[in-house]
């Protein structure tokens, strides 16, 4: 009877477990092609509560596209790198029930919190005494940060856009082609350095 | 003899090359050893794993960017003390990244390095030759103040008006217009890096250069070295291919002072001392931003235009900063609207650091069972950490001076903002853990370190091996310790020397 029980009680967890992990998010918005719904739903919801509209910038992380930059990032980061950064998304998400948000149902997934909840949650990562919790919390705000100074319109707010630069043409420019594009004036060096299609 | 540079698209099938000298690693150190022993007439493969970055190749996004010119996408960290530590896979190393600080090692360290390694040919007297064929050759010289931008000039100001020393830093640039873009790439082409500089030049001169090539091994040749064999490696993604060997009578190492000892540890040489992997050492890092009544349009500038020595001899070096705002505001205290508040006010915001010299904090290099990246272990001798925080105030003295109105620490456990030098005298009395900093270095040396005792260093002061008469290192490894200030060109200048004394003997 105690087997039978102990055996209910167990598949229950894992049956919330994977509730908890696997249902109820929205679907990926379009170009995402690296992390999942449920971890872009993730970074959405933290780009959302690090960087709220309006304000001293008027873009929130959300406008500013946080997530996609996010997905693209991790993919342009080798395997192992993915993995550990993938790991943080994870953490934040689901420590909740390790360290509740306050307020109701504070043991809610991250991105399922209210707004004032992901905030709070957010910033005790921000000012926690403990020195994991701290550095995780400031690998993801870099993560958004990142992602969110990559829009032109919160550049172009604090008046930082790129110059325009026409740069000179120089003797290595004979030397080697760009990346992924189809080579001129490089003589008998011509040819793609990433080994994509050449056009010409 | 006409040399060229080989694209990943060329490389269709295993080869093999020889020729006499084959260096590894196409950086400030390797890029010179390559140019100066093609200039004496030596038949030289440079073999590099990174990709040749064209000038549209640069990306001004600062985590795109670092994930295509960065070693581990520009997230290697190490573990004992954790800290970010950049290193560039790309031609030209770190030379491609990095702010083209020029600064010759002072004498006293120099000094030092020769008392306490048993070296007898590299004071400053010795070097001086060295340093001054590199500046010939890459035009350097101060940052004119027409391209300073308000950001850089304040320091100078801040540092006038407490009496400490300072000085527009020279750089290896040739029409530098102020973009303060150094770090994902000069798209001025002002930057004279090594990928545009020593490289071309040592193609010029027959240089043969093979990129998106990984050297993973040296092959044995009885008691000395033959050559190097690695494999093709797509750029950015990583992903091998074809195989290669080079095969020729002096290998020179230049891969940069994590990956060489990688290299020596795969191949199984080294040595009898021990030391390989061994004394490494940092330059960490604090940055603050200062934050001034009128706008500094910080978007213009030499990315870093000034410096101050004034406290080199007590461990610590000051220095004005700029990188892409997404990448220093990751230091910005808040969360929220007050994060956003925080962001708002870098128009009218100037950023200097401090790097320390942290002679007392050593870690070590290994090799991971899979791949070439290293594991990094490292930690910050608490001595260490008190000249930190005494650089962190010297640069406080200087943003008030300088007419700030505010700073921001971006230090754990202190005020997240601070409005008078009384207010951050909390610095002076502060109890500072290590964990307090968000600390960052992109200096690394001593891992293959250069020593006159066989037993107790790698190389001897000509670079090559103790125990392997034609294996060479010629990357910031082989300095004993810390030069003090910025170590590209002390690097370059030894790299010089050795060139020259292979080339005597080749
Ligand atoms: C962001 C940043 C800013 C900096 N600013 C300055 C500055 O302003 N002034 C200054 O003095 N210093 C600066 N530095 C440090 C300076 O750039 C380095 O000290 C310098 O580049 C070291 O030169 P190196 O030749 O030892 O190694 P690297 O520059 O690292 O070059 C090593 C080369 O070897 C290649 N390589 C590695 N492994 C292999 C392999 N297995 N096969 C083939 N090739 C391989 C790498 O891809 C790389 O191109 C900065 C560094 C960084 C990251
Ligand atoms: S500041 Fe701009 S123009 Fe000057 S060297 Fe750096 S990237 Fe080039």
Known sequence: MLAVLAWLAASGIAVLALVRVFSGHPPAPPGARTLTRRELETVRAAGLAIYPRGGA???????????????????????????????????????????????????????????????????????????????????????????????????????????????????????????????????????????????? | MSGEVRVFAQYDHDFDEICDAVVVGSGPGGAVVAHELAAAGKDVVLIEEGPPFAREDFVLDGAMSMARTMREGGLRTTRGTIMPTMQANALGGGSLVNSAICVRAPAFTLDGWCEEFQLRRSTRADLDPHYLAIEDFLGIAPTPDDVQGARNLLFRDGCRALGYSSEPIARNVRGCRGSGECFTGCRSRAKQSTDISYVPAAVRAGARVLTSAQVQRLL?????????????VRPFTGETSHRFRVHAKVVVLAAGCMATPVLL??????????????????????????????????????????????????????????????????????????????????????????????????????????????????????????????????LTEIFFAAGAERILPGVHRLPEEMRSLDEARVIRAHDFRVTDFTLAGNHVFSTTRMHGDAGAGVVDEDGRCHEIDNLYVADTGILPRSPSVNPMLTLMALAHRIALGIAARL
């Not at chain 1, 400031?138 to 790129?162: C, N, P, Q």
């Not at chain 2, 610590?316 to 956003?340: C, D, I, Q, S």
């Open chain 1, 57 to 200: 910038i008027e873009p929130s992380g959300e406008d500013a596209g946080v997530a996609l930059h996010a997905d693209r990032f991790v993919r342009a980061q080798a395997p192992q790198t993915q993995l550990l950064v993938r790991l943080l998304f994870f953490a934040i998400e689901h420590a909740t029930l390790v360290f509740p948000a306050p307020g109701p149902r504070g043991r809610r997934r991250f991105s399922s919190l209210t707004a004032e909840q992901q905030i709070a949650y957010l910033d005790a990562w921000r000012t926690s005494a403990s020195f994991a919790r701290r550095l995780l919390f400031t690998s993801l705000r870099a993560i958004l940060t990142m992602g969110y100074f990559a829009d032109e319109k919160v550049l172009g707010a604090l008046g930082l856009s790129a110059q325009t630069i026409e740069a000179p043409r120089i003797e290595a420019d004979l030397l080697w082609p760009a990346i992924g594009t189809a080579a001129t004036g490089t003589g008998a060096l011509g040819s793609n350095s990433d080994g994509t299609a050449a056009r010409s």
């Open chain 2, 220 to 232: 044995p040749r009885g008691s000395r070295v033959g050559g190097v064999a690695g494999q093709i």
């Open chain 2, 265 to 394: 540890q795969k191949s199984g040489l080294t040595g009898g001392s021990g030391q390989v992997g061994e004394n490494l050492q940092f330059h960490p890092g604090v940055a603050v931003m200062g934050v001034f009544p009128d706008a500094t349009h910080p978007e213009f500038g030499a990315t870093q235009g000034y410096q101050s020595l004034e406290f080199v001899e007590d461990g610590f070096k000051l220095e004005t900063l700029w990188a892409p705002p997404g990448v220093f505001a990751v230091r910005l205290p808040g969360l929220g609207y007050e994060l956003k508040k925080n962001l708002s006010l870098i128009p009218r915001a100037a950023i200097w650091d401090a790097i320390a010299t942290c002679n007392r904090s050593k870690g070590r290099v290994r090799a991971r069972r899979r791949g070439m990246d290293p594991v990094l272990d490292w930690r910050l001798d608490p001595k260490d950490l008190q000249v930190l925080a005494e650089g962190l105030w010297r």
